[in-house]
């Protein structure tokens, strides 16, 4: 891939806007999330969830990447998220995707650092960013993760490990979770904001679903230029594909090509929706497709 996580997210922090990172499962997602950077002139990252990558295969999903995005207008990466299985994360190095989640927060803290700077050192070589996570994100998403808080650091010590591994991007715990909330979350834009004073690197948001624009707006103005949206994707799909196909069953007119519209728009229109409440459209021009 051509398209730099890190320069598009250090672009971001830069502007005061966030770059929207939405995962998608199969063609149709990724094709309707892209349509949405295209129609609101946004950079976004796509990313894959591990479990997809074993269901559909790293050569598959970069074959459909590269094949959707060839004569897209925006800058685009391609990213693995939450991947803890170092055998994976080599495939998809090898196979040169823009970044990846190396997830080490079922680690001890050594494991961690030691196994962060290993990755690291492998994408670098290969040209691809990374992306690290130490402490863990509460809920589970694609089968990666866990309801409960495992590991937690010190802004300080999130910095210093950052440093010592070289990692591009860091995920802190912030107070949201992936999922739909049960409870209002207690949000920490002031904890990223304390890293921010501490670290240049791009700070990353998980768990963005459930959140209102003004929740956003706070976490990039304290320095936030990754968020990822995951669950609300799957739900525009699920909720578009239920009700056309309750319409179908009652006219009896079965028509698979206007499925597919309705699910497309759908996560069009809230892919698009997150962007504007991420500031991020019109903001393709900002952003550098080359790697630094």
């Known amino acids: 891939m051509d398209v730099s996580t890190r320069t598009l997210t250090r672009t971001a922090r830069d502007g005061g806007y966030a770059v929207p990172a939405v995962n998608v499962f199969d063609e149709l997602s990724m094709r309707a999330v892209v349509a949405a950077a295209v129609r609101t002139s946004a950079p976004l990252i796509v990313q894959i969830s591990v479990k997809t990558v074993r269901s559909s295969g790293t050569a598959f999903t970069t074959d459909l990447f590269r094949a959707l995005t060839r004569d897209v207008a925006v800058p685009v990466a391609l990213h693995l998220d939450h991947c803890p299985d170092r055998a994976v994360l080599d495939d998809v190095i090898a196979a040169g995707w823009s ?167 759908a996560v069009t229109d809230v892919i698009a929706e997150h962007v504007a409440w991420f500031g991020a459209d019109g903001k393709a021009d900002d952003s550098t497709a080359g790697r630094p």
């Open 99 to 265: 970044s990846v989640l190396f997830d080490a927060s079922d680690r001890g803290l050594d494991d961690a650092v030691r196994e962060t700077g290993e990755v690291t050192a492998a994408a670098h070589a290969a040209g691809v960013d990374v992306e690290s996570e130490i402490e863990n994100i509460l809920g589970v998403e694609d089968g990666v993760g866990s309801d409960e808080s495992r590991h937690a650091y010190s802004v300080e010590q999130l910095a210093e490990v950052a440093e010592q591994t070289g990692a591009d991007l860091l995920a802190p715990q912030l107070g949201t979770s992936h999922g739909l909330y049960k409870a209002d979350p207690v949000l920490l834009p002031e904890r990223a904001a304390e890293l921010a004073r501490l670290t240049d690197r791009p700070i990353v948001l998980h768990g963005g679903t459930g959140l209102g624009e003004q929740d956003f707006r706070a976490f990039i103005d304290a320095g936030v230029s990754k968020v990822n949206i995951s669950t609300a994707v799957k739900h525009a799909y699920m909720r578009a594909s239920l009700a056309h196909l309750e319409h179908a069953r009652d006219t009896d007119s079965w028509d698979p090509p206007k499925l597919v519209a309705a699910i497309e728009s």
